[in-house]
T-cell receptor, first 113, second 113 residues
Framework: AQRVTQPEKLLSVFKGAPVELKCNYS??????LFWYVQYSRQRLQLLLR??SRESIKGFTADLNKGETSFHLKKPFAQEEDSAMYYC???????????????FGKGTKLSVKP | EPEVTQTPSHQVTQMGQEVILRCVPI?????FYWYRQILGQKVEFLVS????????KSEIFDDQFSVERPDGSNFTLKIRSTKLEDSAMYFC???????????FGDGTRLSIL
């Protein structure tokens, strides 16, 4: 079964503390993994994708195929990082997939001053 | 930066009525999607559309739902006879060729009375 699991509904940290939002997946094949962010009253925005291997707004995520995980990390959280974070996967477009996204339930990150 | 636009932002409809949700994807994109998010639940894939036809659809996308690209710019989702459980946020997304990521609209909040 294709599934994305985000075990934490809410993660609350203080400004400057490290952050790790967990994401595990189940997929038969080679998926693409994404992190989307939704700031208050705004649209879903792409934050990271595993094939890019880049750091956006200080966030990084490494695909661990052995553990089927794609955890999102930031060493020093900022108040403006407070948002809903969704992990998602899709099949690879060049593998015939139409790229439909399967989302996790999301984790609300709250960064306190 | 080009954006996916959705109208209306909020739609209130009586149960049993037809509703049409509208989306204008990014102009050079080729793949179009509808997702929905029931309050408190995760974002769920409904349907993908490519080359003027449905390419994939989920179990949620039953005979009450249809999609159309009536002209070169709009992409619509129609619910023929709405039910209370259709109340949700509906997100439109589009992407370009290859492995380009999906871009989401702001969503339409559909409330069925």
């Amino acid at each position: 079964a294709q599934r994305v699991t985000q075990p934490e509904k809410l993660l609350s940290v203080f400004k400057g503390a490290p952050v790790e939002l967990k994401c595990n997946y189940s997929y038969s094949g080679s998926p693409e993994l994404f992190w989307y962010v939704q700031y208050s009253r705004q649209r879903l925005q792409l934050l990271l994708r595993h094939i890019s291997r880049e750091s956006i707004k200080g966030f990084t995520a490494d695909l661990n195929k052995g553990e089927t995980s794609f955890h999102l990390k930031k060493p020093f959280a900022q108040e403006e990082d407070s948002a809903m974070y969704y992990c998602a996967l899709s099949g690879r477009p060049y593998g015939g997939s139409q790229g439909n996204l399967i989302f996790g339930k999301g984790t609300k990150l709250s960064v306190k001053p | 930066e080009p954006e996916v636009t959705q109208t209306p932002s909020h739609q209130v409809t009586q149960m049993g009525q037809e509703v049409i949700l509208r989306c204008v994807p990014i102009s050079n994109h080729l793949y179009f999607y509808w997702y929905r998010q029931i309050l408190g639940q995760k974002v769920e894939f409904l349907v993908s559309f490519y080359n003027n036809e449905i390419s994939e659809k989920s179990e949620i996308f039953d005979d009450q739902f249809s999609v159309e690209r009536p002209d070169g710019s709009n992409f619509t989702l129609k619910i023929r006879s709405t039910k209370l459980e259709d109340s949700a946020m509906y997100f439109c997304a589009s992407r370009g060729q290859g492995s380009q990521p999906q871009h989401f609209g702001d969503g339409t909040r559909l409330s069925i009375l």
